[in-house]
């Protein structure tokens, strides 16, 4: 595996820790601004349309710029909103704020995606992703936690000095390591040729799924905190608990979408999504009880990002002719999800259901996934195909 691979998903890792934190932050962050949980909420959900905006319109303008350039770049700018996010007093400048770093998060992953797949032959497309987002994971694993710690002990203010602070590092390596250009990597595809290749049921159905059950995983994911403490009666010092377990369970199942995504990837989408389902349905049901919520927290994180990671895997190995913007694809239908979760989880836990809302928009949201699997695979056009 080239090392470059590593050195990005550590730059993944600050920048998803950035898109994931608020989640544990959202009410002492409502309190302080003076807003309602709903309202913090669509904090994430700016974060992820800026990521559904920016995956392919700033694929496309640095398409031609040089990996490390174009990271670089937009690592600074990463950098440089978080400062000004920081320093704010204003929610509305918060939120511009979080919309700009997307964007510039989502230009660096799309970069990433392309750069990962024109450095590893086909059949290991999965392994070289599941180290990059096994930066993603960490950051669930570590980072959220930590900020959720911060957040408690100082501020919601000092996690984004921190998430500042935590990138540079980053930026200096991808300065001094990141390839100036691509070895091997064949000519421009045009970018009628790329956008095209949307079009094709073989790339728009994995999307499509994917989008939909990341629209479940941060559904329940933004709303994990008020589940612990206000149905399963924990205590507030228990959060960053439950939101490690979660990270641990996705690390684990995008290391088992690393393993076995690339040769069986159909039987790791049939016997995840059916127990993701499920898995959902559980925990609505009983998430008063701590031991339950606990251990489907850590199930539930694995499923989640195993099924994820094996479908976006599937969508970048149906998309050859689309080199560079198949990553920027993937990002954004990852961010379609992450966007449209924590919106409807909030119409959810606004209603008569309370925290349990979105835990139940959830469970539709998974079966919607299969359902459009099953839809595609009664018509007569070419299916999707799944090695495995």
Request: glycine fraction near 10%; charged fraction near 10%.
């Amino acid at each position: 595996m080239p090392f470059i691979i590593f050195l990005l998903a550590c730059a993944v890792f600050a920048q998803s820790t950035s898109e994931f934190m608020l989640a544990g932050l959202l009410q002492p962050l409502a309190a302080d601004l003076d807003i309602t949980l709903p309202q913090a909420s669509a904090l994430t959900s700016a974060f992820a349309a800026g990521m559904v905006i920016g995956a392919p319109s700033v694929a496309a303008v640095s398409r031609r710029w040089s990996p490390r350039l174009a990271l670089s770049t937009l690592l600074a700018l990463f950098i440089m909103l978080h400062v000004i996010g920081a320093m704010s007093d204003s929610f509305a400048v918060l939120l511009l704020t979080r919309v700009g770093a997307a964007l510039t998060s989502a230009g660096f992953l799309a970069v990433t995606l392309a750069t990962v797949t024109a450095l590893v032959p086909a059949d290991r497309i999965a392994r070289a992703l599941a180290v990059v987002l096994g930066g993603t994971t960490l950051a669930l694993i570590v980072g959220v936690p930590a900020g959720a710690a911060v957040g408690a002990a100082l501020s919601w203010r000092a996690t984004l000095w921190g998430v500042a602070l935590l990138s540079l590092p980053a930026l200096l390596a991808v300065l001094t390591l990141a390839p100036r250009r691509t070895s091997g990597a064949a000519p421009l595809t045009p970018l009628r040729r790329e956008f095209a290749a949307l079009r094709r049921s073989t790339l728009t159905v994995p999307l499509g799924a994917c989008a939909l059950v990341n629209g479940a995983t941060f559904c329940a994911f933004t709303y994990l905190a008020p589940v612990a403490t206000e149905i399963a009666g924990l205590p507030t010092t228990t959060v960053p608990v439950v939101l490690a377990l979660f990270g641990m369970g996705a690390f684990g199942g995008v290391a088992a979408a690393g393993r076995w995504g690339d040769v069986h990837a159909r039987r790791v989408l049939a016997v995840g999504g059916i127990a993701l389902f499920f898995g959902w349905a559980i925990l609505a049901s009983f998430a008063a009880i701590p031991a339950v919520l606990l251990l489907l927290a850590f199930a539930q994180g694995a499923l989640s990002f195993a099924v994820g990671s094996t479908l976006i895997a599937a969508s970048l190995r149906a998309a050859p002719d689309a080199p560079t913007m198949a990553g920027a694809f993937g990002t954004a239908a990852l961010n379609i999800g992450a966007m449209t979760g924590p919106l409807l989880g909030g119409i959810a836990y606004a209603s008569a259901g309370g925290a349990q809302g979105p835990l139940v928009m959830s469970c539709a949201f998974t079966l919607a996934a299969a359902l459009l699997f099953v839809t595609q695979l009664r018509r007569p056009r070419p299916r999707v195909s799944f090695p495995g």
